[in-house]
């Protein structure tokens, strides 16, 4: 089992910058893909980022590329998206997701709201 707990989200003005965080605890592996996604009111949740955990690999939405970035910090098996220049419409719940395999673990969420 893997428990995974995101924070850091708010009100943020467009142009401004939030970062997330999440922390993640219980049966944590090196082959894991640690990633974030978001689901907006009314639309379905769609990948915003993805990192591994044993590499530098990373992946992102063509949405948030140059925008957005997913880092980590395996000693304190926490992983971060740093969001910047936001827009009305990277308003959303955000969600942190890890997965091994067919396995896929996810937090809560945390919303961000983007104002105009």
């Known amino acids: 089992q893997v428990q995974l707990v995101e924070s850091g989200g708010g009100l943020v003005q467009a142009g401004g910058s939030l970062r997330l965080s999440c922390a993640a605890s219980?049966?944590?592996?090196?082959?894991?893909?640690m990633g974030w996604f978001r689901q907006a009111p009314g639309k379905e949740r769609e990948f915003v980022a993805a990192i591994s955990w044993s590499g530098d690999g990373t992946n992102y939405a063509n949405s948030v590329k140059g925008r957005f970035t997913i880092s980590k910090d395996n000693a304190k098996n926490t992983v971060y998206l740093q969001m910047n220049s936001l827009k009305p419409e990277d308003t959303a719940v955000y969600y942190c997701n890890s997965r091994n395999g067919a396995i896929d673990y996810w937090g809560k969420g945390t919303l961000v709201t983007v104002s105009s």
């Open positions: 219980g049966r944590i592996f090196s082959s894991y893909l």
